[in-house]
């Protein structure tokens, strides 16, 4: 039984408790990043030991089985980007590929990048005796951010998102209940020239229009096998589901950092790179989802997805009416970044506190930069049109902070679906009741003509 199919079943009414996030923002802490920490430094690596102690220290002494590790993680990282290339010369090739080869490269793809990815367990035995950090810090200073983004507090914050070159689609693969395709376009992300990709599935023939999910931090559906990658009742209504890849993720990952890292190893400066990239992203994604399917266009977000969802929710009052959402969902969602990245337990767990403090974040120091990361304002569209769902046990995202912007947005009680869950648990728990997913497409209806 994958992940998929667990989320789903009925014993997930066992699990999807308090407990369960507590347990699992533990093992997040202490295995999954240290191991991530270890197998990102290996793929830069590429098999050079004194390469791998420099991005991942450990205090162990030289051994066979480390050299082994990294070899292996070399041939898979190779591997997996010789997929890679093979899948996206195939699938965005000017002519359209055979079927059944156009699902065999993606499928060779997918397994590739899955078998790099679970690379990490080769790591261990070391993790067992000596740990290896979590993050790769690289706290960008006070001043640095200024540079960068202290321009944006005295002129428009974000932008309407402006297209610079046209969205290219890959050839569809079809099945009986869908089609797959992607997409990818020119972004920016903290100066650097990046490409954004999102993943679509629609359901045949004509969509009512389309839903676009934000992930969560981490979260890479494109790379692990068994993942949930949508919600059925989403194509099943008629709307397509847009799945983007955020900054720092997936495809987007820097070379030497795991996916999500990079959010939060240049601490305040990372969440300000991600989110003034990813907002005018998905405003860029509504527009062209609306002109591809004919129909509204409702934007959901997860964890670190609804911090930037709600942004988008402010920022699109400057923006063209093709580039606003018409509905809103937010899963466990924050009135507050600090609550978040200073009060949550998981950044606790990671160090996040003290980093940045150590390059001089002081509370005053953050205090000029909260308008670009929290949505300061009311929302471009009616409180009616906005969903979410809270745990009321969630530490990662208190609680409280979720509860206090919907309050300040004043959306309505029956809109919001509080649940004696945490932070993990109330985004997995969506698979085993979408009742809050089926309200969106319900609310996308109610603006259909």
Same mark, same amino acid.
């Given at each position: ?30 295995? =999954?990043?240290?191991?991530? @920490? ?12 004194? @390469?791998?102690?420099?991005?991942? $220290? =450990? ?9 082994? /590790?990294? @070899? ?27 079927? @059944? ?20 367990? !080769? ?6 005796? &000596?740990?290896?950090?979590?993050? &790769? ?8 951010? +200024?540079? !960068? ?53 629609? %359901?045949?023939? +004509?969509? *009512? ?42 495809? !987007?990952? $820097?070379?030497?950092? =795991? ?30 989802? &609306?002109?591809?399917?004919?129909? %509204? ?82 929302? /471009? ?36 679906? !509080? ?19 089926? *309200? ?10």
């Amino acid at each position: 039984m994958n992940i998929a199919s667990l989320q789903s079943s009925p014993i997930a009414d066992l699990w999807l408790r308090p407990w369960y996030d507590r347990m699992a923002a533990d093992i997040l802490a202490r295995w =999954y990043f240290p191991l991530s @920490r270890a197998w990102a430094a290996a793929c830069q690596a590429a098999g050079d030991p004194a @390469r791998f102690a420099a991005a991942a $220290p =450990y205090d162990g002494p030289p051994s066979s089985g480390l050299d082994k /590790a990294l @070899r292996a993680v070399a041939a898979k990282a190779d591997a997996y980007r010789t997929a890679e290339a093979t899948w996206a010369d195939m699938v965005f090739a000017p002519d359209p590929p055979d079927g @059944r080869a156009a699902a065999t490269v993606t499928e060779t793809r997918l397994a590739a990048a899955h078998t790099l990815m679970a690379t990490r367990r !080769r790591f261990v035995p070391w993790q067992v005796r &000596r740990r290896f950090p979590t993050v &790769r810090w690289r706290v960008a200073s006070v001043d640095a951010a +200024r540079r !960068r983004h202290g321009p944006r507090l005295h002129g428009i914050a974000f932008p309407a998102p402006v297209v610079a070159g046209a969205v290219q689609l890959s050839h569809p693969l079809r099945e009986p209940d869908r089609e797959t395709f992607w997409l990818r376009f020119d972004s920016t992300v903290s100066g650097t020239p990046d490409i954004a990709w999102a993943r679509v599935d629609k %359901p045949p023939g +004509r969509c *009512r229009g389309a839903v676009i999910l934000a992930h969560g931090i981490g979260i890479e559906t494109e790379f692990w096998r068994g993942l949930a990658t949508g919600h059925a009742g989403i194509l099943a209504a008629g709307y397509a589901l847009v799945a983007p890849e955020g900054p720092y993720h997936g495809r !987007r990952c $820097p070379p030497g950092f =795991y996916g999500g890292e990079g959010v939060f190893a240049a601490g305040v400066q990372g969440l300000l790179d991600y989110t003034a990239a990813h907002v005018s992203e998905l405003g860029r994604l509504i527009a062209w989802a &609306r002109a591809a399917f004919a129909g %509204p266009v409702g934007l959901a977000g997860i964890s670190l997805g609804a911090l930037t969802t709600q942004i988008v929710a402010v920022a699109a009052h400057g923006w063209s009416p093709e580039q606003r959402p018409d509905a809103l969902l937010l899963v466990t969602a924050s009135d507050s970044v600090v609550a978040a990245a200073i009060e949550g337990r998981l950044a606790r767990l990671l160090g996040v506190p003290a980093a940045v403090a150590a390059a001089g974040w002081t509370p005053q120091a953050w205090q000029p930069y909260l308008p670009l990361l929290e949505p300061r304002g009311a929302p /471009a569209l009616p409180a009616e049109r906005i969903l979410a769902v809270l745990g009321t046990a969630d530490e990662i995202m208190p609680y409280h902070a979720g509860d206090a912007l919907m309050t300040r947005w004043q959306v309505p009680r029956h809109n919001v679906f !509080r649940r004696r869950q945490g932070h993990f648990s109330a985004s997995l728990g969506l698979a085993r009741d979408d009742t809050p997913m089926r *309200r969106l497409t319900e609310l996308l209806d109610a603006g259909v003509d």
